[in-house]
């Protein structure tokens, strides 16, 4: 099924065409780009609202990493007065990344209580697949089998939800989550599947050092797990003698809606946090957070430091993100938004034998399709409704392993008033497919 491009829609202007040609001529014609039949040129962003060259203004429902709003001024000033102030690297002692320390890991269990500074999601995740090593003399991995975190050496070897020229690493295992809606394998299926990996890594000499998950599963396509699965899963990684790596970079900061972090909502304690995309609101900013127990041995025997990412620039946008959620109530906002949109998407869905209902939580939602026939992946589909809601003014994305599932991500300044605009485009998206 091809993308649906109406008459009356506007088309890639001239400047946008020749843009992107000059793209092409830079960065290669593979690099991945969104709508890529009909690329959309971004001229400016503000709150929830991204405007295009094609002069229209679009609803953001997908990008994750503008947290309190594509261009916050209160974040934009931070980081220009600590540009205009100072912005030395690490090795010098400022106050700035150590007050937002304190104030990230205030958020925190108290066990968690360092934290390393990095510049992505992909340099932690990096970093605490090399502390797990270290803290457990095991090289070891367990991976879900359709997962992505990251781009770095180490994490091309555990990469199994994106096309990758590199093979899986020999020290690698993987898993697949289970789903309650049958799309995958059952409960006792799964922790057979744990077994027999964990097993596998210790006759084959590597022992296991993490087991390294999304607690929402996002990638997978936002499974609806069994209620006993993470807490096997992290049960059977402990008594191997590994540790549980919970990568936050789409499920922290409040997404849940009704909890600051994915394993508070999906109910586990970890042993290491990772943090990235809306860290600080489009200023490159990750962390790994961690006991010391672990931080400091590691640190006793390995001289780490990072020069762009522990700068007062770095920190300042970080800080100004918690200071704007707590000023401006974006967890309470996104709990109350959520529950519209929530209902508002199942009464939408109910019935069409083409979706399996909604999965997901808070402000990151997901709908499948599947053939009406067989329940086989509906890729194609999904596509057609993501550039349907394109033409209907709100951009959302794709996920799953098809890319079957519907991927509904706002900045979590989205609100109740603009829950609306997202579901009537939504209806005229479905209706358009239905005729």
């Known amino acids: ?68 709003g594509h261009c916050h001024p209160r974040v934009i000033e931070a980081v220009t007065r600590a540009l205009s102030t100072v912005n030395v690297h690490s090795r010098y002692l400022t106050d700035t990344p150590i007050a937002y320390a304190e104030a990230l890991l205030a958020l925190f269990p108290e066990s968690l209580d360092r934290m390393f500074f990095t510049n992505s999601g992909s340099e932690a995740n990096d970093l605490a697949l090399r502390l797990a090593r270290f803290h457990t003399g095991n090289s070891g991995i367990l991976i879900s089998d359709h997962s992505y975190h990251g781009n770095t050496q180490a994490l091309m070897a555990v990469t199994t939800g ?10 690698v295992r993987t898993f697949t989550a289970p789903d309650l809606r049958g799309s995958t394998i059952s409960l006792d299926e799964a922790f057979a599947q744990l077994d027999a990996a964990i097993a596998d890594l210790e006759q084959s000499g590597h022992g296991l050092s993490a087991v390294l998950f999304d ?5 997978e396509g936002l499974p609806d797990l069994p ?64 006991p010391a127990g672990i931080v400091e041995p590691f640190s006793a025997a390995n001289t780490y430091f990072n020069t762009f990412a522990t700068t007062p620039a ?50 990151f939602l997901g709908m499948q399709f599947v053939d009406a026939a067989t329940g086989a992946p509906d890729g194609a589909t999904a596509k057609t409704i993501v550039d349907a809601m394109r033409t209907n003014g709100v ?6 392993r098809n890319d079957e599932v519907l991927k509904i991500r706002p900045p979590l300044a989205f609100g109740v008033e603009d829950v609306p605009v997202a579901l009537d485009a939504f209806d005229k998206s479905l209706r358009s497919v239905r005729r």
């Open 314 to 363: 770095a920190a300042a946008a970080g800080h100004a993100v918690l200071d704007v959620m707590e000023s401006e109530g974006l967890m309470q906002r996104a709990q109350q938004a959520s529950v519209l949109f929530e209902k508002g998407f199942r009464e939408l869905v109910d019935g069409d034998e083409r979706l399996t209902g909604v999965r997901g939580t808070g402000m």
């Open 1 to 68: 099924m091809t993308a649906l491009h109406p008459a009356d829609t506007p088309r890639t202007t001239s400047g946008s065409a020749d843009l992107l040609q000059r793209r092409y001529s830079v960065l290669g014609p593979n690099t991945p780009m969104f709508y890529v039949d009909d690329p959309l040129q971004i001229v400016s962003a503000s709150g929830v609202q991204i405007t295009g060259s094609d002069g229209r203004t679009y609803l953001d429902a997908y990008n994750n990493v503008a947290h309190v």
């Open 395 to 400: 951009l959302i994305g794709r996920i799953g």
């Open 215 to 219: 607690p929402l599963f996002s990638t």
């Open 227 to 290: 209620e006993e699965y993470i807490a096997g899963l992290c049960a059977r990684v402990r008594a191997a003698g590994g540790i549980v790596i919970c990568d936050e970079v789409q499920s922290g900061f409040g997404r849940t809606a009704d909890h600051m972090w994915g394993f508070q909502a999906t109910h586990f304690d970890p042993d290491l946090v990772v943090l990235g995309k809306p860290m600080g609101n489009g200023f490159p900013l990750g962390a790994v957070i961690a």
């Open 162 to 171: 994106l096309t990758m020229s590199e093979p899986i690493g020999k020290h």
